[in-house]
């Protein structure tokens, strides 16, 4: 049982930076996967990035060149550094883990304006 907790999401300008943090515990089989998506009003959820145990990352087009991610695999932590930020970025965010299941985060909200 994982339980994944998000911090960093606020109301930024566009062209504005921000960083999500995402923090895992209770994992008893490893994590070997994790990563970010996002839902705006409206729409399906859809992947943002994600990162493997051995690094390898993986970045929706969208976000390619802006957004970075990164893990603590001793911490089991998730990271995603955002930068020139668009009001179509706007969304939740939620933290995602594969370790024996899918577990998500509750989301935390992102909000860019023009």
């Known amino acids: 049982q994982v339980q994944l907790v998000e911090s960093g999401g606020n109301l930024v300008q566009a062209g504005g930076s921000l960083r999500l943090s995402c923090d895992s515990s209770?994992?008893?089989?490893?994590?070997?996967?994790m990563g970010w998506y996002r839902q705006a009003p409206g729409k399906q959820r859809e992947l943002v990035a994600t990162i493997t145990n051995g690094g390898s990352t993986n970045y929706a087009d969208s976000v390619k060149g802006r957004f970075t991610i990164s893990r603590n695999n001793v911490k089991n932590s998730v990271y995603l550094q955002m930068s020139s930020l668009k009001p179509e970025d706007t969304a939740v965010y939620y933290c995602?883990?594969?370790?024996?299941?899918?577990?998500w985060g509750q989301g935390t909200q992102v909000t860019v304006s023009s």
């Open positions: 209770g994992a008893i089989f490893t994590i070997n996967t």
């Open positions: 995602n883990a594969l370790s024996n299941r899918v577990y």
